[in-house]
């Protein structure tokens, strides 16, 4: 519905929280399947690259160095 409010692809996918590429794909599918079938599959998305394990080593290691003065930096994938 967020297309008929007036948001391409990029505004959807940074509403979203996914990629424009992903917001592509599935009004591709959508416009292909319609409606009723598009709504009847399910999609289950946002696969971790990492466990949770590793996830938290990484953002501990960031509070660390941020407690001691370092300055943090980072940069979202596209």
Not at 18 to 23: A, E, G, N, W
């Amino acid at each position: 519905m967020l297309r008929y409010n007036g948001y391409d692809n990029k505004a959807m996918a940074e509403r979203l929280g996914i990629s424009s590429t992903r917001v592509t794909h599935l009004v591709g599918e959508y416009f292909k399947t319609g409606l009723e079938e598009y709504s009847r599959i399910k999609h289950d998305g946002n696969h971790r690259n990492m466990s949770e394990e590793e996830e938290n080593e990484i953002l501990t290691s960031f509070e660390k160095k941020a407690k001691s003065g370092q300055v943090m930096s980072y940069r979202l994938s596209p």
